[in-house]
């Protein structure tokens, strides 16, 4: 079975940083359009950031500028670096592979003074 395991996520001041990690087994990654997504609570869960296959990278407006999706072919892991983090990044975030349509359990992303 796909597992996709999240790690990365905490409390955070604004203005700083953190590197989500999307670790994959039993599907290599690099052949497929990976996603993180968020949800924040009362809202609908939202498309962060995506990458394909060919490393083709896709940005919602409120984050552009400021996160980074990439990816370790060797390690078949996906990140998200997230950067001059704001209040409202906080959400749980979640790992994504659309053509299975298949989650990870979410990483709970704080961003608090």
């Known amino acids: 079975q796909v597992q996709l395991v999240e790690s990365g996520g905490g409390l955070v001041q604004p203005g700083g940083s953190l590197r989500l990690s999307c670790a994959a087994t039993r599907i290599t990654s690099s052949m497929y359009t990976m996603a993180w997504h968020r949800q924040a609570p009362g809202k609908q869960r939202e498309l962060v950031a995506s990458i394909t296959s060919v490393g083709s990278t896709n940005y919602a407006d409120s984050v552009k500028g400021r996160f980074t999706i990439s990816r370790d072919i060797a390690k078949n892991t996906v990140y998200l670096q997230m950067n001059s983090l704001k209040p409202e990044d906080t959400a749980v975030y979640y790992c994504?592979?659309?053509?299975?349509?298949?989650w990870g359990q979410g990483t709970q992303v704080t961003v608090s003074s």
């Open positions: 994504h592979v659309p053509v299975v349509d298949f």
